[in-house]
């Protein structure tokens, strides 16, 4: 969604993902290309990659967002490409903390963490622009451990679960075990308890249909929807299709998206069947709509 800053120069459109659906390589796709900066809501993102932490728009008394790539000029036009992943997207978590309403979403997505990890509500946003990325939700529950598990290796910690089908259900079954008592006390999950036998991780896909089902309620927000797998089977068309909504132009060749990244394999039929019934009971009609193409 792009937001106005009230005294700022440049308008904000967001970057809207559920994580790993393709929000590193859409930002990759942008600075590469078009060799100037994108925006993070996250200071750590820059100050961990070795750059300076500066401010899009430095008038707003050390409000963020921030320049993901300081190394980079920002664009020419008023558009500036900025991550955010709002809320209600963490694994290693309890319900009460990914449980999330519409409000409570809407005003995450505005949220942004300083350097010092104190976070900073962005209200004074007029809110009308995004890019929101969609991946099979079945790829994307998988990338998710794939994350975990390099996020455990880069702490140094040992990874108990295996990178194959077998392993991942051993991590659904710790986390499942882990929060199952609370995850009964919770009206929204209560209803849809009966929906989750025979899903795997099926903390992961509420939280998957929950993040889709509060980003759809925003309401007049102009959205540029981006399939993870279009950059696969149509590249030309989506990457001109982004950098055109943001008003840029390639000066540079085009990153390669790296393909192949699909995990239905971890996922035996049954479940499959399981996994589609739940998302089709909680998933509001809009998102539905976007989210059948993947049903097989």
Known sequence: MSSKHEFGKYDIVWLM????????YTLHLVEKSTETSTGTNYAQEPRNAGYSVKRLNENLAGLGPYIHNSSLPLPQTKYVLTKTHCSGYCQDCPPKKYIVNNQEFAKSCAECTDEKNITHYGDIFTVDRAIHLIRNPLDNVVSNFHH???KQKRKG??????????GFKQYCELYHSRFVAMNVTR????RLERYFDGVPCHQSFFRFIQWHNNAYAMENVDRLLIYYDDYENDF???????LNYLGLKPTKQKPLFKTGKSYEHYFTESEKIAIWKLIKKFAIDSVWDKLSRYQK
């Open 17 to 24: 993902s559920f994580p790993n659906s393709g929000t590193s």
């Open 148 to 150: 975990w598990r390099g």
């Open 157 to 166: 910690n040992k990874i108990p679960f295996e990178d194959t089908p077998i």
């Open 187 to 190: 009206p929204k999950i209560k």
């Open 236 to 242: 030309d068309d989506t990457s001109d299709r982004v």
